[in-house]
């Protein structure tokens, strides 16, 4: 167990999982998934731990594309995206979902018995699968973004709201 680890610590026990099991680098991960984090945790199994931070990440926007998709009791700003997504937006939503929800199943297998050499297995689909996805994810909100920016800018001023 890595007690008072470090940084540095880290990042070389990562390197001893990442060549036994040819995963992405340290920085490639954390950039996108923060696996620093992992610093703070007291663990035997580093692997899991840095399974479950990737993880953590894609079920975050997951949740996002499920509120999109159904917007009952959303904040009010996911109506604002709703509403400036064409059929091609819905599509790539759609798509995003199918296969981050693929993920999250086999997340839920891989909770159920600790298997190091599927927990790299995850951590490898789940960085291909956000690669490939982020900027379609990025593209929707700047769509969103730069539609709602024109709504704003046509409409004037007419009182206060109230």
Known sequence: MAEDRTLDTLKKEYKII???YNLPSFDELNRDFAIEK???IQTDYLIREIRKLVADRIYNYMRLMEVMMNPQNAPLYIFSLIKTMNEDDKKKLSDIYKKFSDNEIALIKMDIHFDEEKEAEFIKNSYKIWESMKDDIL???????????????SKTNKGYFG
């Open 38 to 40: 992992a610093v703070e």
């Open 18 to 20: 990442q060549n036994k």
């Open 139 to 153: 593209s929707l909100v700047e769509n969103a973004e730069k539609k709602i920016g024109k709504e704003k800018s």
